[in-house]
């Protein structure tokens, strides 16, 4: 019953914890101007991505690959056809030059690059099919390489902030992502927990229970923070959360999940594989269809439906 409980009170300590988190993190960017979608892209998306980490560490640690690989690749589709679909629709996004040209495809490298590790038996003729503690390294590589990027941008005149954000003080901004932090990492954990115990009394495959209830439990810092940014019309903060958690994700989660212990990969994950490049590649695309740059109303419906669609296919199929 007391995981039940927690199950409930971790939705209103996430959207709580969200909402603090974007107004602390908005702050600091206008502040030291650095842009809103550098902030996206590090501060928030290393919170949003808290629980899928802490889910994955543990589940790594205890031999359950399928969950691990399941609530990357879950929660990679949910932020991409969900939660910008479902933002899309509060309030309609406009990305940054940047973020279309650069960022998105680095996402999508990421997803590729997974592939490639992962597929030892299709491309190596390998006995087995894993990613190893080599692979793990190779990942957190990649992941410094977009550390290094993302710091990069700040430099550019044409990112700098210029949407009208509520200045707090250095301290209260700094409390305010503090306790956005603890709630994220609370609330997602309470919500991933009941989910899984929900799941178990249906006796369904961990695959299963990863790429959907553990996926979207972990994805909703992710939903909570991009769609308060959304409705307070920072549109940055919303676009680059996704885009930086999904980096996040591959390259630091299941790169540090692969390293505490290899992650054996069952080849039915590829079709997961796929739709997150399908999903990708479609919001890449969506950019230059319509308005250019911009991710509109209709638009986010159609990544609503076709994520329902996903899901759908999942519950009858495994």
């Known amino acids: 019953m007391i995981t039940y409980a927690l ?24 502040k030291f101007k650095i842009s809103s979608i550098v902030i996206g892209l590090t501060i928030v998306a290393f919170g949003t991505s808290a629980p899928e980490f802490v889910v994955n560490i543990f589940a790594s640690a205890q031999g359950n690959s399928e969950i691990a690989i399941g609530n990357i690749l879950g929660s990679n589709i ?12 509060i309030y309609p996004i ?7 040209l650069k960022e998105i495809p680095f996402s999508l490298l990421a997803i590729f690059v997974l592939g490639f590790i992962a597929n030892d038996k299709i491309i190596d ?8 503690r080599i692979d793990g390294l190779v990942l957190l ?23 009208k ?29 009941g989910a899984v115990k929900i799941a178990e009394i249906f006796n369904v495959s961990q695959s299963l229970i990863g790429l959907t209830i553990v996926a979207i439990g972990t994805s909703l810092p992710e939903l909570a923070t991009s769609a308060i940014a959304a409705y307070k019309k920072q549109s940055d903060i919303a676009i680059g959360n996704v885009v930086g958690s999904n980096i996040f994700n591959i390259f630091w989660i299941l790169g540090a999940s692969a390293i505490i212990r290899p992650l054996p990969f069952n080849l039915g994950s590829n079709v997961d594989i796929a739709m997150t490049i399908f999903a990708s590649i479609m919001l890449f695309l ?24 996903y899901i759908l296919f999942l519950v009858f199929t495994r």
């Open 7 to 30: 199950f409930i009170i971790g939705f209103f300590i996430l959207i709580k914890g969200a909402d603090l988190l974007v107004d602390g993190s908005a702050s600091i960017a206008k």
């Open 78 to 89: 949910a932020n991409i056809l969900l939660i910008l679909g479902v933002s899309a629709i």
């Open 94 to 100: 406009t990305a940054k030059k940047n973020t279309v």
């Open 125 to 132: 003729n390998g006995i087995v099919s894993s990613i190893t």
């Open 141 to 163: 590589s990649f992941f410094i390489i977009f550390l290094y990027y993302t710091f990069g941008i700040t430099k550019s005149e044409e990112d700098i902030v210029e949407d």
């Open 165 to 193: 954000i509520k200045e707090l003080s250095n301290s209260k901004a700094l409390f305010f992502i503090f306790l956005g932090f603890i709630g994220l990492v609370f609330g997602g954990k309470w919500i991933v927990d």
């Open 286 to 309: 969506i950019m230059y269809i319509g308005k250019k740059h911009v991710l509109e109303r209709k638009q986010g419906v159609f990544m609503v439906a076709a994520y329902f669609g």
